[in-house]
Every structure is written in structure tokens, then in C-alpha cells.
């Protein structure tokens, strides 16, 4: 990729290298039996250059002949769109360690190992429940490389592993899911198989309930979805161009003075860590909302000069969602590390306190409402009610709505002292470390 960045130099007014090299151990067990075991590679760079103030963009996996290649680059430039910012500089980055040697001697072996405990703990408390698991070691090796000097790369190893259970039974069809992930090993597979179980039992008894008003307690699975209401609105680039709410609104009390949100990439344990992101712009631990108060937006260098000021880290290549790099998208703002610092009070003490109410871990359809106006709304793919601080059993048929900015500032009643890694969709992607939160009038409708 030198060669390639090297002519790329010499032909263009300007340009930025990201180079990715990803290692992925990968193994799959389907109902209880091994189907998968691979290593999958994946290399190749992502490169941006200006010729004539416009930018042009374009993906290298060949590297047969970087001087064609620079020239082709160059062409296309040249019919790009104007150019409104500068790549990165050679400035320092922080020196973070995002490799563990327990993950590093981690083999397919052992996670195979691993993943044949989980799902034999499944089937042994009821053969008639599908047991899949799928565990990934994966190693990211990431270089970026500008016209203006910057020469930056790390490397970030993590093992993340998911377990999900089905049990078919007369008028009840129950899935469930739990992920794990970390720069450090996780929680055990056959510890959070034990936690499937634990919620099978519950979950195989429906209960009816009566819609309404009430108090809801938001686990970290459901949060992460919730959140999507949020993180739109600090994207710069909507920011930028008016759309977010939020535009106009920095410095105000937006939510419960006992939430922060923080965008940390230097987390220890998260999996999104980096020194730089992939602009080549060091990254930072910042807060977005500190005790309730908007702080700051999360920016790639394109936004933060759109805005006039300095970018803030947040330029990442990583598939939508699902939130891995790939040198085969392009950047766009995204958060890193998304943590709300937790509360004081023991979740136990939280449930026992709630009379009646929900208990909500997935919510199906969140992408439908007005995220970015903060509404969110979508069917309790997961719920449980929860009678005189005991969870009862699982609730079906039933849907929550709210907007965030209003139930997180006038209806927050405590978070818990625990806090989990999560993701969107139910926990299995994304980065998001967070408590348990208990709401108050929240709407749940549905069928008694």
C-alpha cells in the first residue's frame, strides 16, 4: 500500500491511505452441532484524493500496479465534488494496548470448546429447546496514511461470541439471544448460557397484562435500541445541515440531571477503542451529555468544518449497524464507545421496588419512528412483567412509545449500579456500555 500512497502523493494535490487488515476466527454451531469453522482475511485500503480543490474516492484491493492506479484515482478526482476540508496532520496519538494475551491465545479450538459447553448447557435443561452459537476472534490492523504527514496504525484483537435459544411449544414460539464482547474475555459462553436458561424459564410463561401508563425498566439491550432516538441528533453532519433538533440547543438541560453520555474510544474493554479514528484524527473521551447538559457533537473532519470547529474523532468506516470496519464503505460520523455512567442503586432493589410494570430487553421495528425528532416506538419482542418486584412472566403482543428528550428528562426514576456491553437489535451489535434504567408513565399498548 506504500507503493500505492507513495504515487498517489506525487499525482495529486492531496490524499489519505486507510489500509485494513482483518483477521476473523470464526465458528458456528446450529441447532447444537458444529456447522462452521473458519478463518476469514480481509485486506485492502480505502483512499480519498484531491485534484483540482475536488475530492475523488476509491477502493484498492489490487496492488499490481499502484502507478495506474494513482493516476486512475487522480482522473476521478478530478470529476469529484468541491472539497471542503483538510486530511489529517501528523499529530500525536495517545498509545492505547487493545491486545490481551488471553484473547490472543485464544484458538479455534478452544472456542469451539466453549461454544459445545454453552449449547449442551442449553439442551440439557430441555432437549426440545434449538441451541446456536457463534463466537469471533477477531484482529483488526489499521494504518492511515496522509499527504500532510500523518503515518498513524494500531492493532485491536477482541473475541465477541452470541447465544441464542428457540422453543417451539403449543401457542408459544420464544427466541431468545445474549452477546458478549470484549478487548478482555467476556463473561464465560456457559455463564451466559446459564442466563438463557434463567430467562427461558420466565419467558415460556405468558402473561396477560393491562396496557397503559406505567413504570418501565429499560434493560441495556432494550437502551441501546432506545438510544438510536438520541445519537442522530449529535451526528454533526446533521448538525451541520440543520436537521437534528439539537442544532441550535448546546449548553441545555436536556435530560435528568443523573444522566451523562460518554463517547469514550480508550475504554479499556471496548471494542471500538482506537488511538485515531479512521480519518486519522486522534480521538478523545468526551462527554455529549454531562448531568443532563448537551456538551458536545460527534464529528468526522467533512462536519467539523461545515461547523467550524475541530473535528472530534468520530470519522469511522464501519458497516451500518453492525458496526465492524470495512475499507469498503466510506466515513461517516459514528460514535465509539457509547457508555451512560450508571446510578447508585442495585438492580435487584430496582425490580423489587416496582409494583407493576415492565421489563423490557428487545423492542422489533425502533427504525420506523422519528429518531432523529427523539420518537421511538416499536413491539416488545422481549418483556417481562414484573408483579410486586418479581418477574411473572414474559408479555406479548405489546408495544412501547415515548420520545427520549422527554422521558429520560421528566420521567427517570433510577439506574442501576450494574452496567452490561450491549448493541442494537437486541444486543448483538454495537458498543454500548450501560446500566438498567427505571422509567415512570411510560405507554405501553397491547392486548390484556
Not at 478530478?78 to 496519538?93: C, I, L, N, R, T
Not at 484482529?139 to 441464542?164: C, K, N, P, Q
Request: aromatic share 8%; net charge negative; proline share 5%.
Amino acid at each position: 500500500m506504500k507503493a500505492l500512497f507513495d504515487s498517489l502523493v506525487k499525482k495529486t494535490d492531496s490524499a489519505e491511505l486507510f489500509e485494513l487488515d482483518s483477521t476473523v476466527n470464526l465458528i458456528i454451531f446450529e441447532s447444537g452441532h458444529l456447522k462452521n469453522l473458519n478463518t476469514l482475511n480481509s485486506k485492502g485500503a480505502a483512499v480519498r484524493a484531491v485534484a483540482g480543490g475536488k475530492l475523488g474516492q476509491a477502493i484498492v484491493s489490487d496492488m499490481r500496479s499502484p502507478g495506474e492506479t494513482a493516476e486512475r484515482i487522480r482522473k476521478l478526482a478530478e470529476q469529484g465534488d468541491p472539497v471542503s476540508f483538510k486530511f489529517s496532520d501528523a499529530a500525536s496519538v495517545p498509545t492505547l494496548n487493545l491486545v490481551d494475551d488471553r484473547i490472543a491465545d485464544l484458538g479455534s479450538k478452544e472456542i469451539v470448546e466453549l461454544g459445545q459447553e454453552a449449547v449442551e448447557a442449553i439442551k440439557a435443561y430441555d432437549s426440545n429447546v434449538t441451541a446456536d452459537f457463534i463466537g469471533e476472534r477477531t484482529l483488526d490492523r489499521v494504518r492511515v496514511m496522509t499527504s500532510r504527514g500523518a503515518d498513524l496504525h494500531f492493532e485491536r484483537l477482541f473475541f465477541s461470541y452470541g447465544i441464542s435459544a428457540e422453543l417451539i411449544e403449543p401457542q408459544n414460539i420464544l427466541r431468545l439471544g445474549k452477546y458478549a464482547k470484549g478487548i478482555t474475555p467476556p463473561k464465560t459462553p456457559l455463564e451466559t448460557a446459564r442466563d438463557v436458561i434463567r430467562d427461558l424459564r420466565i419467558g415460556r410463561n405468558n402473561v396477560s397484562f393491562k396496557p397503559g401508563r406505567m413504570p418501565v425498566l429499560f434493560a441495556p439491550s432494550a437502551m441501546s435500541d432506545v438510544l438510536m432516538a438520541f445519537t442522530g441528533s449529535v451526528d454533526g453532519d446533521l448538525v451541520a445541515k440543520g436537521v437534528s433538533p439539537l442544532s441550535r440547543r448546546m449548553g441545555e438541560q436536556l435530560l435528568d440531571p443523573r444522566i451523562s453520555i460518554l463517547d469514550d474510544p480508550w475504554h479499556p474493554d471496548g471494542i471500538m477503542s482506537a488511538p485515531f479514528d479512521d480519518e486519522g484524527t486522534p480521538t478523545f473521551r468526551k462527554p455529549l451529555i454531562e448531568k443532563g447538559v448537551l456538551k458536545q457533537f460527534m464529528t468526522d473532519r467533512k462536519s467539523a468544518a461545515a461547523l467550524d470547529i475541530n473535528p472530534s474523532g468520530n470519522g469511522y468506516r464501519a458497516v451500518p449497524f453492525e458496526r465492524y470496519k470495512s475499507f469498503g464503505v466510506g466515513i461517516s460520523t459514528e460514535f465509539s464507545n457509547l457508555i451512560i455512567e450508571p446510578g447508585q442503586t442495585q438492580l435487584d432493589r430496582l425490580r423489587a421496588g416496582i409494583r407493576y410494570g415492565i421489563e423490557i430487553h428487545q423492542i422489533n421495528g425502533i427504525l420506523l419512528g422519528d429518531l432523529i425528532g427523539g420518537d421511538f416506538s416499536g413491539s416488545l419482542e422481549i418483556a417481562y412483567l414484573i408483579e410486586n418486584g418479581e418477574r411473572t412472566g414474559r408479555v406479548k403482543n405489546a408495544m412501547v412509545a415515548g420520545n427520549f428528550f422527554k422521558i429520560f428528562k421528566d420521567q427517570l426514576v433510577d439506574m442501576s449500579a450494574e452496567q452490561q456491553w450491549s448493541g442494537t437489535f437486541g444486543g448483538c451489535s454495537g458498543s454500548l456500555l450501560l446500566p438498567y434504567i427505571l422509567t415512570d408513565g411510560v405507554d405501553i399498548s397491547g392486548t390484556d
